[in-house]
């Protein structure tokens, strides 16, 4: 979703485990289709919002054990 959203370069590595079709399109046409049906923009942020989410969730975890390490070694 980032790639879709962003103007610059932006790469990712996936791994199928079946056989797949890829598409490779523009910015532009990313915007165009998210005018013309405002629902597939809509659940792509949906989820980067999970993402995002889930993300901010595993920080706050490592923020925490961070802390408790820093009481236990006081």
């Given at each position: 979703?980032?790639?879709m959203i962003r103007t610059?370069?932006?790469s990712i590595t996936a791994k199928a485990e079946v056989s797949v079709q890829t598409a490779r399109?523009?910015?532009e046409l990313f915007?165009?289709?998210t005018h013309e049906y405002p629902m597939f923009g809509r659940q792509v942020l949906v989820n980067m919002a999970d993402k995002?989410?889930?993300s901010m969730?595993?920080?706050e975890?490592?923020?925490?054990?961070i802390s408790r390490a820093r009481?236990?070694?006081s």
């Amino acid at each position: 979703e980032a790639a879709m959203i962003r103007t610059g370069p932006y790469s990712i590595t996936a791994k199928a485990e079946v056989s797949v079709q890829t598409a490779r399109f523009s910015h532009e046409l990313f915007v165009r289709v998210t005018h013309e049906y405002p629902m597939f923009g809509r659940q792509v942020l949906v989820n980067m919002a999970d993402k995002l989410g889930h993300s901010m969730r595993e920080l706050e975890a490592v923020r925490q054990m961070i802390s408790r390490a820093r009481v236990a070694g006081s």
